[in-house]
């Protein structure tokens, strides 16, 4: 029966099923449902708009599981995943999967071709002299210095990561935290309160949660719910997995608040191919959430002088 369910899934399989009549009106349905779980969590979301840059206050940044090169069609192709990154056209991309999982974990993207296609540079994360990233977590920059880095291993079941990097970008102070999280609900828990501390290090400034999160059930359910205190309400509405039917909102872009102003998924021909996931960006604008966190910043001190 789980094969059978997970079948469902199989590219090659769902081309042959949707010749089927009695598929196409579950297909209908089952998207018809999804589609309207969308539009909750979508009416609570910021305004819809498109993902641009709209000046040197924003910045659009984007998070990519690439899925080690292999597209839904099997083939290992490097190039279509450079392609559906210049296709992004983001200022910040953070890549999942980006290594080897075994052996001497090698990179799998070919660095100068990606620079020259995309503007984008690799920001050295890895302990490994081929490596892209921190256990798969790589990060691309086309403005700006890194200004600290840190690398956490993650505890739970299975060998994980993530890394927090303070970013001197054109529009101002950032603290990106790039992260692939585990397969089981408890590891990830243990994950997200890691993550959550290694954030109150240092000085405080906007901070925006980008990767493959794994989660897939919104509300209390939710291995990040935790996350809810200190970056507000979380949409559950951009699904992106699997990259030919996407169905469960996998990949996350989570901000400070007032930080992220809009999100999309990239769903083009490319990208449907070239990945299992689909990739995710979003326009962040920095100077209204420094002033969000002056607000903040404001309320405590009066609530302590009344007190």
Known sequence: MIKSRLAFLDPVLLARLRKNPRFTSLKTRLRARLLAM??????????GRAVKANGDHEVVVASYNIHKCVGTDGRFDPARIIGVIAELDADVVAIQEADKRFGRRNGLLDIK???????L????TSERPGGHGWHGNALLLRKGKVLDMRRLALPGAE?????????????????????HLGLLRRSRRWQVRSILDAINEGPPMPTLLVGDFNEWRPGRKSSLHELRPV???????HFSFPSYFPVVALD???????LVTAMEVHDSELARVASDHLPLKATIDIPAAQKEMRGHEDELVLTELGA
Request: net charge positive.
């Open 38 to 47: 969308q539009a909750v969590d979508l009416a609570a979301a910021t305004p």
């Open 113 to 119: 071709a990606l620079e020259k296609r995309t503007g």
């Open 121 to 124: 540079s690799l920001i050295p």
């Open 159 to 179: 060998p994980r990561g993530a890394l927090v990097v303070d970013l001197d970008l054109p529009a101002g102070p950032l603290r990106l935290v790039a992260a």
């Open 231 to 237: 970056f507000g309400p979380l949409v559950h509405a």
């Open 252 to 258: 996350r872009v989570i901000g400070s608040p007032g």
